[in-house]
Structure formats: structure tokens, C-alpha cells
């Protein structure tokens, strides 16, 4: 079995452990994660951050999945479902927070904080267990595989009651 697909398993069905001795709770909201990615209103899918692990490369964060969103007169007007697109963005989201920490190599966000910038270049898999509501309120893990200077690497869930609703395997570029 390849590492790609060992990771793909890994994210499929269970959540990703959260708690080890070095996890830092964590209470930054939007006002915070404004200062170190650069996704705004709209688009800024992540909420709130909860937990993160610096030794183990893993961060927790929430995603409100606003019912007045428009996207939900489209998808779908008789049975409102949250476009997989917008999971795979909010994973992308909270993986940009968890390179942020990395390569800063601290949990603290500040007035200097700098955001990360990264492009996606790869979704090297997508899987979606359960349809996403509008009024949910999402857990977002993501685990760093790989993190440099030129490209990360990451597996993520969106969870729901500790389930997994969707998952996938991503790959991004810092320009």
C-alpha cells in the first residue's frame, strides 16, 4: 500500500487524534485568523480555532455553515446541502492556520502576525460520507504530513458529533 493511500485510509472513517500531552487549547476567532491567512468575507469558512499540536502537526478548528448563505438557493432549493467544494476550501483554510503556527513555530497569534499564503495544487482525494446542513456547526482537523518553505502537505476531515462527514488529501503551494 502506497503512503498516499495509508493517508486517504487513515482520514476515511475515524477522527484524527486530537489529544497528546502537548495540545494547547486554543480560543482564537475570526479577528484572529484575519491576521495569519488572507481569506476574507465571504470566503473566510473558518470560525473559530480550538486545539492545536505543534509536535504533532495537528490543529482543530470550527466552521458555522451560515443558513442565509446564498449558495443554498442553488444547492439544493428542496434539500439544502453544502457544496463538497466549500469543505475541501474550509479544510485548505485551517491547514493554512496550522502551517502558520509551524513556521512560526509558536501557538500564539499577535498585532505582527503575517498571514501564510497557499495556493492548493492538488486534492489528491476527496470522499464524502454524510451532507453537510445549513446551521451546522463543523470540527475541522487538520495533520501536516509534509510542511517546507515551497509546499505542504496535509489529510483533513470536517466533523460533525465526532463523525466524519467528508475528508481528503491536499496539497499546497506557498508562493
Given amino acids: 500500500m ?4 495509508t ?5 476515511k472513517r475515524q477522527p484524527l487524534q486530537m489529544q497528546f500531552e ?6 482564537y476567532g475570526k479577528e484572529d485568523i484575519d491576521k495569519i491567512i488572507p481569506h476574507r468575507s465571504p470566503f473566510a ?21 451560515n443558513p442565509d448563505d446564498p449558495i443554498f438557493e442553488g444547492h439544493f432549493p428542496d434539500m439544502p446541502v453544502y457544496p463538497g467544494v466549500m469543505q475541501i476550501e474550509s479544510m485548505g483554510q485551517a491547514g493554512l492556520c496550522m502551517a502558520y503556527f509551524l513556521k512560526n513555530a509558536t501557538t500564539e497569534i499577535t498585532q505582527d502576525s503575517v498571514p501564510v499564503k497557499g495556493l492548493f495544487t492538488r486534492v489528491h482525494n476527496a470522499g464524502f460520507n454524510k451532507g453537510v446542513k445549513p446551521g451546522d ?4 482537523r487538520v495533520k501536516s504530513i509534509e510542511d517546507d518553505d515551497f509546499m505542504g502537505l496535509m489529510m483533513a476531515q470536517v466533523l460533525l458529533n465526532d463523525e466524519v462527514y467528508s475528508h481528503s488529501v491536499l496539497e499546497v503551494y506557498y508562493p
Fill in 45 to 65: 469558512l473558518i470560525t473559530s480555532l480550538t486545539a492545536v499540536s505543534l509536535e504533532h502537526q495537528i490543529i482543530e478548528a470550527t466552521s458555522y455553515v
Fill in 7 to 11: 493517508w486517504i485510509n487513515t482520514v
Fill in 137 to 140: 456547526l463543523l470540527t475541522i
Fill in 2 to 5: 502506497s503512503d498516499l493511500e
Fill in 22 to 27: 502537548d495540545t494547547v487549547k486554543l480560543n
